[in-house]
């Protein structure tokens, strides 16, 4: 079982380009989140989706879309990238089932915007 | 925002020495869950605390709970080498989606 995997690992991109950040689970969790982090500022929320067919925001939206057509796949997607999204970008899953209740993360996305 | 603050942000110690980060938070908590994130890795689940409990351990991991202060700390015992990470906690308010803040940077002097 792998968990949760992300792709790519690492991505410079030129300001202007569009990109997906992968995000690929096989725990067949509900929930699926995407994260940023950066220096100095902790993890923050950018969009969530709380079941399939469903997404919402979070604390940092803009600038990022999501989608949720299955259970399985949350891809990440920047339509145009500006400089102040390089940043290492985290996809996260809840388990909730029974006694457990913890978040699982992906290994991360480290994205440079030049 | 809702979410925990972990103090102090950095902290040093010789190896075999406990250490101690401290967490607080604002609002009513279903339960509070301390992560441990190695450089340039996601982050890894440690512990959960329910909001009826006091204190829980794992291993060489002591977690205790005051929801009259609102506040958690996380005892690393008999620290090690391997022990240097960043350390976060995320109080759960029951909307599942947990938030962090800037967590505690360890480091682990040999």
């Known amino acids: 079982i792998a968990g949760i995997t992300q792709a790519p690992t690492s991505q410079i991109l030129a300001a202007g380009r569009r990109m997906t950040l992968r995000c690929t689970q096989d725990m067949r969790h509900n929930a699926m989140y995407w994260y940023r982090q950066d220096l100095g500022l902790g993890l923050r929320l950018i969009h969530y989706s709380n079941t399939a067919g469903t997404t919402g925001k979070g604390e940092v939206p803009d600038g990022y879309s999501v989608s949720r057509a299955n259970t399985d796949d949350f891809p990440l997607t920047l339509a145009s990238a500006v400089p102040s999204q390089t940043s290492v970008y985290f996809c996260a899953s809840p388990c909730t089932s029974g006694s457990r209740d913890e978040q699982f993360f992906g290994p991360g996305t480290r994205l440079t915007v030049l | 925002s809702q979410q925990g603050e972990e103090d102090p942000q950095a902290l040093s110690i010789q190896e075999g020495e406990n250490a101690t980060m401290n967490c607080s938070y604002k609002t009513s908590i279903n339960n509070l869950q301390w992560y441990r994130q190695n450089s340039g890795r996601g982050l890894v689940h440690l512990i959960l605390?329910?909001?009826?409990?006091r204190e829980k351990h794992s291993g060489r991991l002591r977690v205790t709970l005051d929801t009259s202060k609102k506040s958690s700390s996380l005892l690393i015992t008999a620290s090690r080498a391997a022990d240097t990470a960043s350390y976060f906690c995320a109080p759960n308010f029951g909307n599942e989606k947990l938030t962090f803040g800037t967590g505690t940077r360890l480091t682990i002097i040999p």
């Open positions: 605390i329910r909001s009826n409990e």
